[in-house]
Protein backbone atom coordinates (compact mmCIF):
# COMPACT_ATOMS: atom_id res chain seq x y z
CA UNK A 1 0.00 0.00 0.00
CA UNK A 2 1.83 2.93 -1.09
CA UNK A 3 -0.61 5.47 -0.31
CA UNK A 4 -0.55 4.49 3.38
CA UNK A 5 3.87 4.83 2.67
CA UNK A 6 3.56 8.53 0.72
CA UNK A 7 1.01 8.86 3.97
CA UNK A 8 3.44 7.92 6.95
CA UNK A 9 6.76 9.69 5.49
CA UNK A 10 4.83 12.62 4.87
CA UNK A 11 3.34 12.83 8.47
CA UNK A 12 6.35 13.94 10.49
CA UNK A 13 6.80 17.14 8.30
CA UNK A 14 3.43 18.49 8.64
CA UNK A 15 4.51 20.41 12.18
CA UNK A 16 7.68 21.45 10.70
CA UNK A 17 6.06 23.15 7.48
CA UNK A 18 3.33 25.13 9.93
CA UNK A 19 6.15 25.92 11.93
CA UNK A 20 7.87 27.47 9.01
CA UNK A 21 4.82 28.75 7.49
CA UNK A 22 3.00 29.86 10.01
CA UNK A 23 5.28 30.15 12.83
CA UNK A 24 2.74 29.29 15.92
CA UNK A 25 0.80 26.35 16.43
CA UNK A 26 3.47 24.13 16.12
CA UNK A 27 2.34 22.21 19.68
CA UNK A 28 -0.45 21.54 18.56
CA UNK A 29 0.12 20.21 15.13
CA UNK A 30 1.99 17.93 16.92
CA UNK A 31 -1.01 16.24 17.35
CA UNK A 32 -1.78 15.27 13.54
CA UNK A 33 1.24 12.60 14.11
CA UNK A 34 -1.03 10.55 16.46
CA UNK A 35 -2.71 8.58 13.33
CA UNK A 36 1.24 7.46 12.20
CA UNK A 37 1.08 4.39 13.86
CA UNK A 38 -2.64 3.45 12.12
CA UNK A 39 -1.33 4.21 8.84
CA UNK A 40 2.22 2.54 9.38
CA UNK A 41 -0.20 -0.91 9.99
CA UNK A 42 -1.77 -0.88 7.04
CA UNK A 43 0.81 -1.85 4.60
CA UNK A 44 1.51 -4.59 7.19
CA UNK A 45 -1.99 -5.61 7.51
CA UNK A 46 -2.22 -5.32 3.64
CA UNK A 47 0.17 -8.67 3.78
CA UNK A 48 -2.37 -10.92 5.01
CA UNK A 49 -5.16 -9.29 4.80
CA UNK A 50 -5.94 -7.21 1.91
CA UNK A 51 -9.13 -6.31 1.74
CA UNK A 52 -9.13 -5.06 5.23
CA UNK A 53 -5.87 -2.82 4.40
CA UNK A 54 -8.20 -1.35 1.65
CA UNK A 55 -10.85 -0.64 4.08
CA UNK A 56 -8.64 0.70 6.55
CA UNK A 57 -7.11 3.28 4.63
CA UNK A 58 -9.90 5.09 3.95
CA UNK A 59 -11.33 4.97 7.47
CA UNK A 60 -8.36 5.57 8.71
CA UNK A 61 -7.96 8.86 6.82
CA UNK A 62 -11.35 9.77 7.43
CA UNK A 63 -10.91 9.89 11.41
CA UNK A 64 -7.52 11.49 11.01
CA UNK A 65 -9.03 14.69 8.98
CA UNK A 66 -12.19 14.96 11.38
CA UNK A 67 -9.44 15.15 14.27
CA UNK A 68 -7.75 17.45 12.17
CA UNK A 69 -10.79 19.46 11.08
CA UNK A 70 -11.43 19.81 15.14
CA UNK A 71 -7.71 20.47 15.78
CA UNK A 72 -7.40 23.35 13.03
CA UNK A 73 -10.93 24.33 12.30
CA UNK A 74 -12.98 24.09 8.90
CA UNK A 75 -11.09 27.43 7.16
CA UNK A 76 -7.73 25.75 7.66
CA UNK A 77 -9.09 23.29 4.68
CA UNK A 78 -8.07 20.25 6.48
CA UNK A 79 -11.78 19.23 5.62
CA UNK A 80 -10.47 18.59 1.56
CA UNK A 81 -8.70 15.62 2.80
CA UNK A 82 -12.08 13.98 2.57
CA UNK A 83 -11.66 13.74 -0.91
CA UNK A 84 -8.54 12.45 -0.88
CA UNK A 85 -10.32 9.43 1.03
CA UNK A 86 -13.45 9.63 -0.80
CA UNK A 87 -11.30 9.11 -3.89
CA UNK A 88 -9.60 5.80 -2.20
CA UNK A 89 -12.96 4.79 -1.57
CA UNK A 90 -13.42 5.03 -5.37
CA UNK A 91 -10.60 3.41 -6.81
CA UNK A 92 -9.54 0.47 -4.09
CA UNK A 93 -12.08 -1.89 -4.20
CA UNK A 94 -12.97 -4.74 -6.91
CA UNK A 95 -16.58 -4.72 -8.87
CA UNK A 96 -17.89 -7.78 -6.52
CA UNK A 97 -17.00 -5.62 -3.69
CA UNK A 98 -19.41 -2.75 -4.59
CA UNK A 99 -21.85 -2.90 -1.80
CA UNK A 100 -18.58 -2.71 1.00
CA UNK A 101 -17.42 0.83 -1.68
CA UNK A 102 -21.02 2.11 -1.28
CA UNK A 103 -21.19 1.51 2.83
CA UNK A 104 -17.32 3.25 2.87
CA UNK A 105 -18.93 6.11 0.75
CA UNK A 106 -21.65 6.80 2.98
CA UNK A 107 -19.24 6.69 6.24
CA UNK A 108 -16.75 9.10 4.36
CA UNK A 109 -19.95 11.60 3.06
CA UNK A 110 -21.34 11.44 6.01
CA UNK A 111 -18.24 11.98 8.66
CA UNK A 112 -17.99 15.33 5.90
CA UNK A 113 -21.42 16.05 7.38
CA UNK A 114 -20.88 15.82 11.00
CA UNK A 115 -17.62 17.76 10.09
CA UNK A 116 -19.14 20.60 8.68
CA UNK A 117 -21.93 20.69 11.35
CA UNK A 118 -21.11 19.63 14.58
CA UNK A 119 -17.13 19.71 15.03
CA UNK A 120 -17.23 23.08 16.97
CA UNK A 121 -14.60 25.84 17.33
CA UNK A 122 -10.69 24.49 16.48
CA UNK A 123 -8.76 23.61 19.58
CA UNK A 124 -6.19 26.09 18.67
CA UNK A 125 -6.92 29.60 18.23
CA UNK A 126 -5.60 30.71 15.10
CA UNK A 127 -5.41 33.95 13.49
CA UNK A 128 -6.67 34.87 9.86
CA UNK A 129 -3.53 34.98 8.35
CA UNK A 130 -2.47 32.03 9.80
CA UNK A 131 -5.76 30.07 8.40
CA UNK A 132 -5.01 31.57 4.28
CA UNK A 133 -1.54 29.62 4.91
CA UNK A 134 -3.26 26.84 6.54
CA UNK A 135 -5.43 26.58 3.80
CA UNK A 136 -2.49 27.07 0.90
CA UNK A 137 -0.60 24.57 2.50
CA UNK A 138 -3.47 21.72 2.91
CA UNK A 139 -5.37 22.33 -0.50
CA UNK A 140 -1.58 21.86 -1.69
CA UNK A 141 -1.01 18.91 0.07
CA UNK A 142 -4.56 17.18 -0.94
CA UNK A 143 -3.76 18.23 -4.71
CA UNK A 144 -0.46 16.40 -4.37
CA UNK A 145 -1.81 13.42 -2.61
CA UNK A 146 -4.72 12.90 -5.03
CA UNK A 147 -2.14 13.32 -7.81
CA UNK A 148 -0.49 10.42 -6.55
CA UNK A 149 -3.46 8.22 -5.73
CA UNK A 150 -4.24 9.27 -9.92
CA UNK A 151 -0.74 8.48 -10.93
CA UNK A 152 -0.18 5.03 -8.65
CA UNK A 153 -3.82 4.12 -9.95
CA UNK A 154 -3.21 4.54 -13.95
CA UNK A 155 -4.23 1.62 -15.40
CA UNK A 156 -4.24 -0.51 -12.43
CA UNK A 157 -7.72 -2.47 -13.60
CA UNK A 158 -9.82 -3.68 -11.34
CA UNK A 159 -7.39 -5.76 -8.92
CA UNK A 160 -6.44 -2.72 -5.87
CA UNK A 161 -4.05 -5.17 -4.91
CA UNK A 162 -1.49 -4.85 -7.58
CA UNK A 163 -1.23 -1.20 -6.19
Not at 6 to 28: Q, R, S
Not at 59 to 71: C, N, P, Y
Not at 140 to 157: C, K, P, T, W
Request: charged share 10%.
Amino acid sequence: MTVAWVIVLNKPFYPIYVWYLVGNGVTASLLTLASTPFFLAIPVLATRFPLGARIALPLIGTVDTLLETKLFGQASGTELFFAACMMLVALCFRPNEKWLQRGLAVVVFATFVVSRNFVGSPLHTWTEPDLAVLLNLNAFAVASLMAFIALRSAGMGSDPDDQ
